[in-house]
Nanobody, 114 residues
Framework: QVQLVESGGGLVQPGGSLTLSCATS????????MYWYRQAPGKEREWVAT????????MHADSVKGRFTISRDNAKNTVYLQMNMLKPEDTAMYYC???????WGQGTQVTVSS
């Protein structure tokens, strides 16, 4: 049973930083690419970033490129999203995703506001 537990969200001011974590279990994490998605109220869920299984290939959406960095620690079965220079439009619920499986976690809320 795939389990995904996002954490690290919170309220930050514009220009601030935050690091999200996604602790996983129920599958072979070290063999799996991982995604981050986000969804703001009234909007579609959108892809944010992707990392390959060993962590040496990464892609980020244009909207976050240069500000966000996806990373992983296979020894901890955890994927991270380092978010810098946060903007109000980054406000959303953030989710990690295993592309092979349909399961979603509860997400973690990021609110960027002054």
């Amino acid at each position: 049973q795939v389990q995904l537990v996002e954490s690290g969200g919170g309220l930050v001011q514009p220009g601030g930083s935050l690091t999200l974590s996604c602790a996983t279990s129920g599958f072979t994490f070290s063999s799996s690419p991982m995604y981050w998605y986000r969804q703001a109220p009234g909007k579609e869920r959108e892809w944010v970033a992707t990392i390959n299984s060993i962590g040496n290939s990464k892609m980020h959406a244009d909207s976050v490129k240069g500000r966000f960095t996806i990373s992983r620690d296979n020894a901890k079965n955890t994927v991270y999203l380092q978010m810098n220079m946060l903007k109000p439009e980054d406000t959303a619920m953030y989710y990690c995703k295993v592309p092979r499986f349909p399961s979603w976690g509860q997400g973690t809320q990021v609110t960027v506001s002054s």
